[in-house]
């Protein structure tokens, strides 16, 4: 009795040494290896403290998902593929506070009222100007060339130093001596008369075309039966001379009885088979005649552009036009298809209230440009998004018509711009900046004069 008691103490005293033991931080063990072990040096497995919060787990789970390096076995794989990996996530940069100094919205608060002041001071002086003709004047200096100083005037001018002897002109005013001829003070200068060379014009033909000679109804009729019955006399001598075999006689089913006669009453039918193939044979003839003669696509082609076409060696035709708008399609249509098919030359810029038109060609194409322009055209059409009496007041006119020796435009063209600088660089690749100035200019007056009335 007295050992189980003993037993039972014992064990009473080790089970109060383990309470005692885990109310206390367990020592860390560890092997020769680094794994956790217990008291009796059997590995333990630690539990792992899995992330509560939602950053926590995204982080968890991008470093799940991070790419790694592929290690070296992998890659001396033959299976292995170094194009297949997965994308890399960028981390996005975090935002932060951005301060503003003191006193910007301020600043920013100036400058709006500032720039809305000057704004209003520059609508006062525009209106002010408008009432006393000041920015008209102001558009036209821009316009006008400007003109640079004058040259110094010389001593002895170019033309006189040719024929001055010592380059002065005090040398023509000294007396002459006793003897001495009038002309002894110029180099050049004679008593015989020089005859210019004369030159032809360009604007004449190297060649003076023959006048036909025109004859009346009666001589033409006259003339073409003299041909004929030549033309047939020739024929008749071939025929005799036995060049030519005879002409079988043209039998029709209306003189068939009265060339054939006797055969024509024996098998008649025989002979009307004839005289129709005979016909047939005639017609066609006649057919593959007229095939021949017939032209083909390209020729009536060449045919009708070679009568469009004007001669333009001697001479080109140019014509200036202003409208103040061509923003009817209909109207744009019209100048833009006529300037092609006369196969005209030239621009058309397109820019508000001066809507230039150049047109180049030759005399009969400019007659009927001329007529389109100023007369088939209704610029007075209505147009969506404009008022009325804004379409009544526009119209189309003739800025400068003239000759040229030569073309400034290789085709036809249309040019939209927004500034009349743009207009007048376009125009000036041409050489016609000038055509540009004297419409703008006469755009100017007109709108001043319609201001003042």
């Given at each position: ?10 064990k009473l ?11 206390k931080?367990q ?18 497995q630690?539990?792992?403290?899995m ?7 995204r ?10 390096k ?9 299976f ?28 920013l ?8 002041q ?18 008209s ?8 060339p ?8 010389p ?33 050049g200068i ?17 060649r ?5 000679i ?8 006259k003339?073409?039966a ?20 005879p002409?079988?006689?043209k ?25 129709r ?14 095939a ?19 001669d333009?060696t ?6 200036v ?9 209909s109207?744009?249509f ?12 030239g ?8 809507n230039?038109v ?10 009927k ?18 008022s ?24 036809w063209?249309?040019?939209?711009v ?5 207009a007048?660089e ?11 100035d004297?419409?703008?200019s ?8 319609e201001?003042?009335?």
């Amino acid at each position: 009795n007295r050992s189980s008691d003993l037993l039972g103490a014992a064990k009473l005293i080790k089970d109060t040494e383990n309470l005692v033991d885990q109310s206390k931080p367990q020592p860390l063990l560890l092997d020769a290896e680094g794994r956790t072990i217990d008291s009796s040096g059997k590995a333990v497995q630690l539990s792992q403290r899995m992330p509560t919060l939602k950053a926590n787990i995204r982080a968890k789970r991008q470093e799940q998902f991070k790419i790694q390096k592929p290690s070296e076995d992998m890659m001396e794989n033959p299976f292995y593929d170094p194009r297949v990996s997965a994308p890399h996530t960028s981390n996005r940069a975090k935002r932060s506070f951005a301060f503003n100094e003191k006193g910007k919205y301020e600043q920013l608060g100036q400058k709006m009222r500032a720039k809305a002041q000057l704004e209003k001071l520059q609508s006062e002086i525009s209106s002010v100007s408008k009432k006393s003709a000041i920015s008209s004047a102001t558009r036209l200096a821009l316009v006008a060339p400007q003109q640079g100083e004058a040259d110094p005037i010389p001593d002895v001018e170019w033309w006189d130093s040719l024929v001055l002897l010592n380059n002065n002109y005090a040398s023509s005013s000294i007396p002459l001596k006793e003897g001495q001829d009038a002309f002894s003070r110029y180099r050049g200068i004679s008593s015989l008369i020089e005859h210019p060379i004369p030159f032809q014009p360009p604007s004449e033909p190297r060649r003076v075309a023959p006048i036909p000679i025109l004859l009346t109804k009666k001589e033409r009729k006259k003339l073409r039966a003299q041909k004929r019955r030549d033309t047939e006399k020739e024929t008749q001598e071939k025929i005799q001379l036995g060049l030519v075999p005879p002409p079988q006689p043209k039998v029709k089913i209306s003189n068939l009885m009265r060339v054939l006669g006797n055969d024509a009453i024996q098998d008649p039918t025989k002979v009307e088979a004839h005289v129709r193939a005979q016909m047939a044979e005639r017609q066609k003839k006649h057919e593959e005649a007229n095939a021949a003669r017939k032209l083909t696509k390209d020729q009536k082609k060449a045919k009708k552009l070679k009568k469009l076409t004007e001669d333009t060696t001697l001479g080109v035709h140019v014509a200036v036009y202003r409208a103040r708008d061509i923003s009817n399609l209909s109207n744009k249509f019209k100048v833009d298809m006529n300037a092609q098919q006369y196969h005209l030359t030239g621009c058309l810029i397109l820019f508000k209230d001066v809507n230039l038109v150049i047109v180049e060609g030759g005399p009969k194409a400019m007659k009927k440009f001329k007529k389109l322009m100023l007369e088939r055209i209704k610029w007075t059409a209505h147009v969506k998004g404009k008022s009325a009496e804004e379409m009544n007041e526009n119209r189309c006119d003739l800025v400068w018509q003239g000759t040229n020796r030569d073309r400034n435009f290789i085709d036809w063209k249309m040019k939209q711009v927004g500034a009349e600088v743009f207009a007048r660089e376009h125009l000036k690749k041409y050489g016609v900046e000038h055509y540009w100035d004297l419409a703008l200019s006469q755009s100017i007056v007109e709108e001043e004069e319609e201001n003042v009335t």
